[in-house]
C-alpha cells in the first residue's frame, strides 16, 4: 500500500495492495464487514418504524405470559405498584390501540429534544447566515502562529460542533489547505481538523444543540426509574468544558508525532486538482469590524445576564434557594443559547451588510428550519419508541433484570463504564446518528445503570465518549462521503481503508485518553459533569 516517498499509512496487517491501489488486510477487511453490515440497516427512520412494531408485538408476548420483576424502589416511591412488582403492559389489546391513537400527537409535540433543539437551531441560523461563524473561524484559525497551527485546527474543529456542520464545510477542507500552503501534508492538516470536529464531537467551550438533543432522551429514560428525575442541557458542561482542552491537546499530540510523520513529505504530483489554484479567503477588513462590534455585543450580553444571575435574589436565581442550580436560568439555558447566537449575529450582519433587513433574519431563521426536516421525520418515530417502551414497561424491565445480572457477577463498580463505553464506541460504527443511537439505547442502559446507583448525568457523559472517539473511523458517519472526497483531491486512488487507518490513531488515543479522564474526574477526584449533576442515585 505505501508509495515510496512514504506518504501513505500503513495497516496493521497489510499485504501488497491490488493494481488499483486499494488496501487490503485484516484490518480493511473488517471495516468492509462493519460497512456492510452498516449498509444492511435500514434507514434510521424505518429503524425506528420496526422498533415500534417490535415494542408492540413483544409487550404483547411479554403480557399474556404475564412477565414481571420485582421492583428495587422503596416502598411509597413514586411508581411503585402496590404488589411491588414491574407488569409488562401490552399494547396488542383494545386498550394498546387505544392508548397509541389517542397519544400519537402528543408524543411527538411532547418529545423534549424536538422543541429544545429546533428553538436554538434559530439563533445558530442567524449567526451562521450573517457569516459570522464562517469569519470568526477563519480569523482563529487563519491568525494562528506556524507553531500553535496543528492546536489551533483541532481546538476549532472542537468549538465549530456549535454551527452543525460548519467544521465538515468549512474548515476541514481550509484545515487540508493550510497545511499544504505550509509545506507539510494536507492529509494531516485535514486529519487534525476532522479530529476536533467528529472525534471531539461532544466537547465544547459552550452548550450547543446537542446538549438539550441528548439531554432530553436521557430525561425521557431516567423517568422510567424515577418519574419525577430531571436532565438539564447543561448537566454535562463542566466535564465537556474541559475535554475540549484534553482532545484539543491529544489531537495536535497524535497529528504532529503519529500522523504526520507517518504521511511523509507530501508528494503534490499524488493530487488529483491543480493546487496552484486553491486560495483562502482572508478576513477582509470590514468582517473584522464586525467581529469586533459582535464581540461587543457579546460583552453587553453577558454582563446583563450577570446581573440577573450573580446579585443574591436575582430573576433568575432558585427563588427557593437562592442557589444557580435548579434556577430558571438552567431550566431555561436553551432560550439563552438562542439569544447568545442570534444577537451577535443580527448585529455581525448589519456590519458587514448581509442582514439588512427583517426578511433577511427571517430567512436565515428559515434555512435553519428547513434543513432540519429529516431530524422532524425522525423525532417523530423515536418519539413513538421511547413512549411504547416506557408505557409497556420493557426498559424497567430490561433495566432491572440487566442489573440483577450486573450485581451476580459483581460488575457494579465504576469499571462499568469502559464496557458501556466501548459498548457505544461499537454502536456508532453501524448508526453514526448520535440522536438515534441514544434514543434507542438509552431507555435500557439509563435505567439499568441507575439501579446499580449511577446518576443519568454520569451515564450521559459516558455514552457522550463512546459516541464521539468512533465517528472517526466509521463510513457510517454522515460526512465520511465528503471527508473521503475532501482527502482524495490531495491523494490519488485514496480509498475507505487509508482514510479510515490515518483517523484510528485518534480513536485509540480518544478513547483511552477520554476514558481515563473520565475516570479521574468522576471517581477520583469526586467532581461533578454539570451543574447540579449527581454521580450517584439512590431510588
Known sequence: ????????????????????????????????????????????????????????????????????????????????????????????????????????????????????????????????????????????????????????????????????????????????????????????????????????????????????????????AAQMIDPDYLVGPEVNWYFMFVSTFLITFLGAFVTEKIVEPKLGKYDASEATIDL?????????????????????????????????????????????????????????????????????????????????????????????MSSMGMYIVLVFFASQFVAFFKWTNLGAVLAVSGADALNAVGLTGPLVFVLFIMMCGFINLMLGSASAQWAVTAPIFVPMLMLVGYAPETIQAAYRIGDSVTNLITPMMSYFGLILAVASQYKKNLGIGTLVATMLPYSIVFFIGWTCFFFLWVFVIGLPVGPGAATYYTP
Open 1 to 220: 500500500m505505501s508509495s515510496n516517498n512514504g506518504d501513505s499509512l500503513p495497516l496493521p496487517g497489510d499485504v501488497p495492495s491490488d493494481p488499483n491501489n486499494q488496501p487490503s488486510g485484516w484490518f480493511v477487511r473488517f471495516l468492509n464487514v462493519v460497512e456492510r453490515l452498516g449498509n444492511l440497516l435500514p434507514h434510521p427512520i424505518t429503524l425506528f418504524a420496526m422498533f415500534c412494531a417490535a415494542v408492540v408485538v413483544i409487550s404483547g408476548i411479554a403480557g399474556y405470559f404475564e412477565l414481571t420483576v420485582v421492583d428495587p424502589r422503596p416502598e411509597g416511591a413514586s411508581g411503585r405498584s402496590a404488589d411491588g412488582l414491574i407488569h409488562v403492559v401490552s399494547l396488542m389489546n383494545a386498550e394498546g390501540l387505544r392508548m397509541i391513537v389517542s397519544n400519537l400527537v402528543t408524543n411527538f409535540t411532547g418529545f423534549t429534544p424536538l422543541g429544545t433543539v429546533l428553538v436554538a437551531l434559530l439563533g445558530v441560523g442567524i449567526a451562521d447566515r450573517s457569516g459570522l461563524l464562517s469569519a470568526a473561524m477563519r480569523l482563529l484559525v487563519m491568525g494562528a502562529s506556524k507553531r500553535l497551527v496543528t492546536l489551533t485546527l483541532v481546538f476549532a474543529g472542537i468549538v465549530s460542533n456549535t454551527a452543525s456542520e460548519l467544521g465538515y464545510v468549512v474548515l476541514i477542507p481550509m484545515a487540508a489547505m493550510i497545511f499544504h500552503s505550509l509545506g507539510r501534508h494536507p492529509l494531516a492538516g485535514l486529519a487534525a481538523a476532522f479530529a476536533g470536529v467528529s472525534g471531539g464531537y461532544s466537547a465544547n467551550l459552550l452548550l450547543g444543540t446537542v446538549d438539550p438533543l441528548l439531554s432530553g432522551i436521557t430525561e425521557a
Open 276 to 368: 496552484s489554484e486553491q486560495k483562502m479567503d482572508t478576513v477582509s477588513a470590514l468582517e473584522k469590524k464586525g467581529l469586533k462590534i459582535a464581540g461587543l455585543a457579546v460583552l453587553v450580553m453577558s454582563a446583563l445576564l450577570a446581573l440577573t444571575i450573580i446579585p443574591e435574589g436575582a430573576p433568575l436565581r432558585n427563588q427557593e434557594t437562592g442557589l444557580v442550580a435548579g434556577s430558571p436560568f438552567l431550566k431555561g439555558i436553551v432560550a439563552f443559547i438562542f439569544i447568545c447566537f442570534a444577537i451577535p449575529g443580527l448585529v455581525y450582519g448589519r456590519v458587514v451588510g448581509s442582514m439588512k433587513r427583517d426578511i433577511d433574519v427571517i430567512n436565515a431563521m428559515s434555512s435553519s
